[in-house]
């Protein structure tokens, strides 16, 4: 039995189409047309994970991909892991890199619809994200305002890559639309260096998957410095930003190189009232998946103790993609009270549950 | 130690493996070029079901952008995070000290045998 009694939230799970049809019903044309002949367009990365990026042993035994079928998902990850809540994210965050800032917007709205109409009336277990696309924000704050009186919709979503620094004013109306709805707005990586976006790493394209992947952190850093310095969060006060599946290691470095810096240079960023860090202490929360993994556990400790992890740190276990992680197997050494706010109170707050 | 008969040696064939349940455990029995080996269906790692995992081979140790591929079908890639394992011994390829838990295994008059202790 693997059950062991704690009760958890899920924060990032990605539910799939079972093809681009499921989204017919839901587009008008030119866009009806263009994705029944040739999918939904979505630009690849050109970085492939040789073995796939879907778990070989969570297909759904009625066909179709992993994670597009919503009973199957039900007993294969809520069951067994006790998840009390999924935060459903999908996966077509890659509208925002989209040449087209017209079908990305279209494919979106048409994957809303498809969410609501599909998936979050077939168990209550399930909460989903609103997908928009950054590359027009207006629309994109158009889609929000549409989609956010849906009571099971809990937040936006974006992918990690997009056209600019997520801090910059253009996405701010982005932010106006989710902060007046009170909903979280998350960020998840895959699409960097895709379609529209920039290179995947400030220096470059790296070679391989493999430094592709452990880049990606690069990408969150940078959104991470942007928001606060633009002043968003002051801008916005009631604004929480997620940022799922880039790492946390790195936030110790980033906090104090930015306060130090800070010290020195408050005068280009007047607006700010408080140190950096304290910004993202205060609005920011992060994902657990992948966990980093020293070979001495006390390291990583040490770290979530540098960070505050207990207040800002929720548990995902990226289901159904092959590095997702086990709640049962991962921070087995956390103390209980902090085990409850990763895995269960820090989301159970954010997203209102 | 006790011997659990699982399968008869022709219920699986060469470079193929089946999962048995033994005493609640979940066990993975391989056919190595007709050479019996048997783990534990549960990665080291994260407990994935490991034995899940393709039958594989892998790129040998060797020199900056040589490639050269070998040991098909002695090992096993998880199914999750992909950590490939030495079917024979459960060794992983990164490191030999982090190990797939295995059985031994003998064939009787035909049947496929895990020791279980």
Not at chain 1, 119 to 125: C, G, T
């Given at each position: 039995m693997l059950n062991s009694g704690r009760m958890v939230i899920d924060v990032d799970v990605h539910n799939s189409l079972r093809s681009a049809r499921d989204l017919l019903p839901y587009l008008s044309e030119p866009w009806r047309s263009r994705v029944a002949s040739s999918g939904t367009g979505l630009p690849s990365?050109?970085?492939?994970?040789p073995h796939g990026v879907l778990r070989e042993d969570c297909k759904p035994p009625s066909g179709g991909p992993a994670a597009s079928d919503p009973d199957f998902l039900a007993e294969d990850l809520l069951k067994p892991y006790n998840i009390e809540y999924a935060i459903l994210n999908g996966d077509l965050m890659g509208v925002s890199t989209m040449h087209d800032p017209d079908h990305g917007a279209a494919i979106a709205s048409a994957y809303n619809d498809y969410m609501a109409n599909v998936?979050?009336?077939?168990?209550?277990?399930f909460r989903a994200t609103i997908l928009v696309s950054s590359h027009d924000p207006l629309l994109a704050a158009r889609e929000i305002e549409r989609m956010a009186d849906h009571p099971r919709m809990v937040g936006v979503i974006m992918g990690s890559a997009h056209r600019g620094l997520l801090g910059q004013r253009q996405f701010h109306p982005i932010y106006e639309a989710a902060a007046r709805h009170e909903l979280p707005v998350a960020i998840h990586p895959g699409t960097e260096g895709s379609g529209g976006a920039y290179p995947p790493t400030a220096s470059g394209y790296p070679t391989r998957y493999l430094e592709w992947h452990t880049d990606l952190s690069q990408s969150y850093m940078a959104h991470l410095v942007s928001l606060v310095c633009e002043g968003v969060f002051e801008r916005f006060p009631k604004l929480k930003f997620v940022m799922l599946e880039g790492g946390i290691a790195w936030l110790p470095h980033l906090m104090w190189r930015l306060d130090k810096n800070y010290k020195g240079l408050r005068s280009t960023v007047p607006w700010l009232k408080r140190m950096p860090s304290e910004y993202i202490r205060d609005h920011c929360l992060f994902s657990t998946q992948p966990i980093e993994e020293p070979d001495d556990p006390k390291q990583l400790l040490a770290i979530f103790d540098m960070i505050d992890a207990e207040n800002i740190l929720m548990f995902s276990s990226?289901?159904?993609?092959?590095d997702n992680d086990s709640p049962l197997e991962i921070l087995r050494w956390l103390k209980p009270e902090a085990k409850q706010k990763i895995f269960y109170d820090n989301a159970k707050k954010l997203y209102k549950l | 130690m006790p011997i659990n008969y699982v399968a008869n040696a022709g219920d699986i064939p060469e470079g193929t493996n089946i999962i048995v349940d033994v005493k609640g455990l979940s066990i993975g029995v391989y056919n190595i070029g007709g050479e019996f080996f048997a783990l534990l269906n549960r990665c080291p790692h994260e407990g994935a079901p490991l034995c899940k995992g393709k039958i594989c081979g892998t790129t040998l140790p060797s020199g900056v952008y040589q490639y050269e591929y070998g040991r098909v079908g002695e090992l096993v890639r998880c199914p999750w995070h992909g950590w490939e394992f030495e079917i024979r011994t459960g060794k992983a390829i990164f490191d030999e000290k982090v190990r797939a838990k295995s059985y031994k295994v003998q064939v009787d008059d035909g049947k496929v045998g895990i020791v279980v202790g």
């Open positions: 990365t050109g970085y492939f994970n998936w979050l009336s077939k168990n209550d277990a990226d289901y159904p993609h092959r | -």
